[in-house]
Nanobody, 127 residues
Framework: QVQLVESGGGLVQAGGSLRLSCAASTRTFSSYAMGWFRQAPGKEREFVGGTSRSGGSTVYADSVKGRFTISRDNAKNTVSLQMNSLKPEDTAVYYC????????????????????WGQGTQVTVSS
C-alpha cells in the first residue's frame, strides 16, 4: 500500500505560480511512476503530467506544457508540480497518483494506469 498526501494548493492570481508537493509513504518510492491529474467542477478528471521512476522521463498535457514542471526526489519520497503562468482554467482539485512499474523510463497518462491516489488539493486561480 502506498499513501499519497498532496500539499501546496491555494488561491493565486492569474499569472502567478504555485508549487504542489506529494509525499509518498513507501520505502520503494523509486519503483513507482508518478502522475498528476486534476478535476475541475463539472468536468472529468484529466491528466496533467507524469514522470518515470527515475524522473528522467516526463510528459505533459498540451494545456500545461511549457508552464508546469514535474520533479521528483526519490531520497525524500516526494514528487512536485511547479505551476507557473497560471490561468483561471487551471482551477481544479489536483491529485497525485502512483503506479508500480518495472519499467524505468516509461511514463503513464491514463488514470486507469494508476493504482494509488492522494486526496487532492484545491488550486484556485482568480482572474
Amino acid at each position: 500500500q502506498v499513501q499519497l498526501v498532496e500539499s501546496g494548493g491555494g488561491l493565486v492570481q492569474a499569472g502567478g505560480s504555485l508549487r504542489l508537493s506529494c509525499a509518498a509513504s513507501t520505502r520503494t518510492f523509486s519503483s513507482y511512476a508518478m502522475g498528476w491529474f486534476r478535476q475541475a467542477p463539472g468536468k472529468e478528471r484529466e491528466f496533467v503530467g507524469g514522470t518515470s521512476r527515475s524522473g528522467g522521463s516526463t510528459v505533459y498535457a498540451d494545456s500545461v506544457k511549457g508552464r508546469f514542471t514535474i520533479s521528483r526526489d526519490n531520497a525524500k519520497n516526494t514528487v512536485s508540480l511547479q505551476m507557473n503562468s497560471l490561468k483561471p482554467e487551471d482551477t481544479a482539485v489536483y491529485y497525485c497518483a502512483a503506479t508500480f512499474t518495472f519499467e524505468f523510463t516509461l511514463t503513464y497518462q491514463r488514470d486507469s494506469d494508476y493504482g494509488y491516489w492522494g486526496q487532492g488539493t484545491q488550486v484556485t486561480v482568480s482572474s
